[in-house]
């Protein structure tokens, strides 16, 4: 063994030293795997990613809208899991990227050349859409994305449990914290928020008075009522009368319905579920003023339809959208009102949605309308990401809202600095 | 103290050699044989090791946003950012705080756990497959369950209510860090799923310690237990500790799949690589910042490799003593 040690010596250290380097470019390797079937290939294959909606149908539906369409093979990627914007970025710098998708207004999305300009298929029906969707989308004269549909997020909240408590529908932050601890008993708790707080974010500044960014594209966020908004907040976080750690999330109606809570931050989609669990007794009411000065608010958040302007089918896939998303209206319709329910952006055809005209959808409307603030194309991924980090920061964890706001200001401005210059 | 390897069947080999070898000439090249049998792994390990190395070197001196071919050369910018950047650094204190944990915890329990099966005189293959199956299950996986059954928030989940039983309040465990009870679902689910692996390296370890040592610490008045296991069975087994020390770091330091699933939207409890994942590949598509933290990170594995391997010796082997 000895002897022939010196001779094996070299080989085992490359080895050796080959091995230790695998075991640490596991971290290199450590890519994005977007597997897909089919697609970029010769003629009109266009594939296109859709995040996965919670509501029976969604996923046959985009299914059968693309089955109908004569002139391309559409395939759709139903991307499920929480982190559809991660897998979307990392997709869309390779070349097995989709040729369209659905996502939010984001300027990075343009400024990095990504998306292709939509205007000519958009601007002949301009006239017919929800403007403030159409300004969401809008830079420099030119507009991105088609909106299929406008999501308003609100509490929903369960009649009867307020009867029971003897709780008014609570008009301030205060009187919220209030009431989910009046709320709250050893089965139910007062309030959810979302297992990580995170969609309340931006409704919180809103209520407070605030901005995500202003008209100069400057922070606008960081004031005093947000501050204190925060501070209020961690003091309901630790509290105990707000339901944690749920088996699903605020975007599904389960904590409501299954009754594990008493009022629930969610959106408008999940609407129709809700009915179905619990009849009449439900209720909803806007994101309550934090500050005095402040308003209630509602996010009308929503989802639009983007092409991929690398795509080697741009045409073809502005073809699609506009065949889809312009020119169908059947289907828009079945897409906005036959599973969960979603406000059309086309002007006609909110205004033909019988479902959305009476009742609780009409209340859902009003609020929309009333106290509705929509997506800034200015504010990123990266900078909603830094603003969500604050409630992790000074709610969740016991930090100094002035230090976490101060921490996501140095992110936030690097942004920007990029994005504007 | 050498004998682990040389005991049994290794032994004779040696002295065949040299006569197999002059009978077949075509394997008589060991540089050619070297090549053969390696070059395969080589290149796929150039393939999908070296080269995303070499990339992110090269990307991390530019300007990488939302692309991974950029222009912008910025030099040491993004190392200095990374550097400068408290959510990194505090991650690599995350991952010590860790390490610190879980591998103790996890080399403490596999041992035992191969010393109990060891000892077994049947149904040994059945307790070594049950402990052993767990490493067939993913992180995904076993990092929902956590999260979903048995750690879940409301009364209803696993320990909230056992926790009834005793008439505590239901916890919501991975809500806060404030108490860490995060940590507990972390190291429990890693406990869970890799102990049974590492017991096997050990069982195997324990199978390989001659007999003879324990029946000449016997004549010599050695108690069985705790001396017999000090001085014979603990020593007999520094190879296989090491070895597994050595892998439990370079797992806990590429810890990703649980952290991710179990502490979504948290800013607290990301360990280096979940850090990096944020800023490369999540919402931030920073790839220069992200492969500049790769390569500190890379470094940083590389020289504690070589510092463990210069005080536990591993990779010296059995003839350094």
Sequence with gaps: ?421 | MSTITRSGVSRPAPAKAPRGRSRRGLRGNPTANFWLFTGPFLIGLALFVYVPIGWSLWLSFFDARFTVTPSEFIGFENYQYMLTNDDFVGSLITFTVFAAFIVPTTWAFSLSLALLVNRLRFMQAFFRSVFFLPTAVSYVAAALIWKMSIFSGVRFGLMNTVLGWFGADGIAWLASPDPPWYWLVLVTVRLWLQAGFFMILFLAALQNIPQELYEAAAIDGAKRGRQTFWYITLPQLRATSTAVILLLLVQAYQAFDEFFNLLSNATWGRPPLVELYYIALGENQDYGAGSAGAMILTLLICVVTLLQGKFLGFGRGDESK
Excluded at chain 1, 289 to 298: A, E, F, L
């Design chain 1, 1 to 421: 063994m000895s002897a022939m040690r010196n001779s094996n010596w070299d080989r085992r250290t490359v080895l050796r030293a080959a091995m230790g380097l695998a075991a640490a470019g596991g971290l290199a390797a450590c890519g994005g795997n977007n597997g897909r079937g089919g697609g970029s290939g010769s003629g009109k294959n266009l594939v296109q990613y859709f995040h996965a909606y919670g509501e029976q149908g969604t996923e046959q539906a985009i299914k059968r809208y693309a089955k109908a369409y004569k002139d391309a093979n559409v395939s759709t990627q139903w991307i499920t899991g929480e982190n559809f914007e991660s897998k979307l970025f990392s997709a869309l710098l390779t070349d097995k990227a989709p040729d369209l998708f659905e996502f939010h207004p984001q300027i990075q999305l343009i400024r990095s050349g990504q998306v292709a300009d939509l205007t000519d298929i958009i601007d002949p029906v301009k006239d017919d859409f929800n403007q403030a969707d159409i300004a969401s989308h809008t830079v420099d004269g030119k507009i991105y994305g088609v909106r299929m549909i406008d999501d308003p997020q609100f509490f929903f909240y369960r009649k009867s449990l307020l009867e029971k408590a003897n709780v008014e529908v609570p008009q301030t932050l205060d009187e919220l914290i209030e009431a989910a601890a009046k709320l709250t008993t050893d089965k139910v708790k007062g309030l959810f928020l979302g297992n990580e707080l995170d969609p309340i974010a931006r409704p919180l500044i809103w209520a407070a008075g605030a901005d995500t960014l202003d008209e100069k594209n400057e922070i606008a966020y960081h004031t005093d009522g947000v501050r204190e908004g925060l501070v209020k907040l961690r003091k309901l976080f630790t509290s105990g009368d707000l339901l944690l750690g749920a088996p699903t999330d605020f975007w599904d109606p389960s904590a409501l319905n299954q009754g594990l809570t008493a009022i629930q931050w969610c959106g408008m989609w999940a609407m129709p579920a809700m009915q179905e669990a619990l009849g009449d007794d439900l209720g909803i009411f806007p994101f309550p003023k934090v500050t005095d000065t402040g308003k209630p608010s509602v996010y009308n958040g929503g989802w639009s339809m983007f092409v991929n302007a690398k795509s080697k089918n741009v045409e073809a896939a502005k073809e699609y959208v506009k065949w889809l998303w312009i020119d169908q209206k059947e289907y828009q319709e079945d897409w906005s009102l036959s599973y969960g329910f979603h406000i059309p952006p086309r002007t006609s055809l909110a205004e033909s949605a019988d479902k959305l005209k009476s009742g609780l959808p009409a209340e859902g409307v009003k609020l929309f309308n009333e106290y509705g603030h929509f997506d800034n194309i200015g504010f990123t991924q990266a900078m909603l990401d830094a603003v969500e980090d604050v409630l992790g920061d000074c709610v969740r964890d016991n930090g100094d809202p002035e230090a976490a706001l101060d921490k996501a200001d140095g992110k936030v401005n690097r942004e920007l600095k990029k994005l504007f210059g």
